[in-house]
């Protein structure tokens, strides 16, 4: 990358580029991007190393030159859509920004629903809303660089990334499933208190972020490597749990719509 980016910091001696970082959200809850905000014990740090040019939460500067863009939400509107494209344009790197951007998220529920007229009318009642379209991950409408799961971000993993991207070093998201750092954590598995999880088939990363909470995995960052679905279903029956149990917590963020999509079909037979 060059030109936004500055290089007013060194690295074993080396100079660091700075790049300049914008944040956008489309549908969503803009949690995410909370996420930076809240972040005070090391905000001061990312902040330098990075020149954030472009973030509506907290800031009312705006600009089209930026390097990094951080996209949080997924397009479920026409004017979205431009948007993206426009976004796609100025960015030299594109981030899909929490599980939303990633895969759809929470809002991609509303592409499962029967008649979704009918919901849309018992959530909103007579007041206008303008999200008409399914709700899309970015990637269905441009390419995407780098992805960062969560519902929300782990503000902690995505400050590795940034520094990571700026150090130029490869990102590698972990491939071991939330079970992992459960263990790590030495938490009580919860089929064992008597609720379902996902962890056994989730990506890791999040630091077993629920679990750790006593609360059963909803498999926010997508699928493990190599998540043995059929295995998930076998804990799943042996401790009680029904499959619409486990078809709840495959549709909840997208990550799982393919698994959660043929369970469904086996399901109906
Ligand atoms: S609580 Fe969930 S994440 Fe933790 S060990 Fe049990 S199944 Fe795995
Ligand atoms: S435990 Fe599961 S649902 Fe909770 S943050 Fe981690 S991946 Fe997401």
Redesign the pocket.
């Known amino acids: 990358m060059d030109t936004p980016s500055t290089t007013s910091r060194t690295f074993l001696g080396v100079p660091l580029m700075k790049p300049t970082v914008a944040f956008f959200e489309l549908s969503s809850c803009e949690g995410c991007q909370l996420q930076i905000v809240n972040n005070e014990a090391t905000l001061l740090d990312f902040l330098s190393f990075v020149t954030v040019v472009n973030f509506r939460e907290a800031m009312t500067e705006k600009t089209d030159n930026y390097d990094i863009a951080f996209v949080e939400g997924s397009v479920t509107r026409a004017d979205e859509v431009v948007r993206l494209k426009t976004i796609r344009k100025n960015a030299k790197i594109l981030v899909a920004f929490g599980s939303c951007a990633c895969f759809g998220g929470v809002n991609q529920l509303k592409n499962r629903f029967k008649d979704p007229a009918w919901v849309k009318k018992q959530v909103y009642g007579s007041h206008a809303i303008d999200s008409n379209d399914t709700a899309q991950p970015l990637d269905a409408i441009v390419p995407v660089d780098l992805k960062i799961f969560g519902c929300p971000v782990k503000k902690e993993e995505v400050e590795k990334i940034v520094m990571n991207v700026a150090l130029g070093k490869a990102i590698e998201h972990p491939k071991f499933p ?2 992992m750092e ?2 790590a954590n030495e ?1 009580n ?3 064992d208190l008597g609720e379902p ?1 996902l ?2 088939i989730t990506r890791g990363g999040c630091d ?1 972020w629920c ?1 750790s909470n006593r609360f ?2 909803w498999g926010c960052r997508g699928p493990a490597e190599d998540a043995n679905i059929v295995q998930m279903q076998e804990i799943m029956k042996k401790h009680g749990f029904s499959e619409e149990t486990m078809l709840d917590r495959l549709e909840c963020f997208g990550g799982f719509a393919r698994d959660a999509d043929a369970l469904r079909k086996t399901m109906k037979k």
């Open positions: 939330v079970c459960c263990k938490n598995c919860l089929f999880c962890g056994p077993s679990p059963g995995c």
